[in-house]
């Protein structure tokens, strides 16, 4: 199994970025997939997450109206767009996909917001 995050980077203040998670070794079109992130001295936190129909998504209040996730089941991929971004949203993303009882999560990407 692997997840393999991509497009993290340095951003300034107000601008955008289009992560990717790229997933294999299972069957992703019946995972829920969702983007967790974590702060330095911040626990992780669950920024957004998608039914594995696509049918349903959820947001973190702090990045609903910024964020949006999706996902294109054929080619077994999930994407987060994060715009309006704050210095706030500066964090390694992770990706995550559960179908009880398993989970699996990715090996981050680093996303920093500044100036």
């Known amino acids: 199994v692997q997840l393999v995050e991509s497009g993290g980077g340095l951003v300034q203040p107000g601008g955008s970025l289009r992560l990717s998670c790229a997933a294999s070794?299972?069957?992703?079109?019946?995972?829920?997939m969702s983007w967790y992130r974590q702060a330095p001295g911040k626990e992780r936190e669950l920024v957004a997450e998608?039914?594995?129909?696509?049918?349903?998504?959820n947001y973190a209040d702090s990045v609903k109206g910024r964020f949006t996730i999706s996902r294109d089941n054929a080619m077994n991929t999930v994407y987060l767009q994060m715009n309006s971004l704050k210095p706030e949203d500066t964090a390694v993303y992770y990706c995550?996909?559960?179908?009880?009882?398993?989970?699996?999560w990715g090996q981050g990407t680093q996303v920093t917001v500044s100036s």
């Open positions: 998608i039914t594995s129909a696509g049918g349903s998504r």
């Open positions: 995550h996909a559960r179908r009880f009882p398993r989970m699996y």
């Open positions: 070794g299972f069957t992703f079109s019946s995972y829920t």
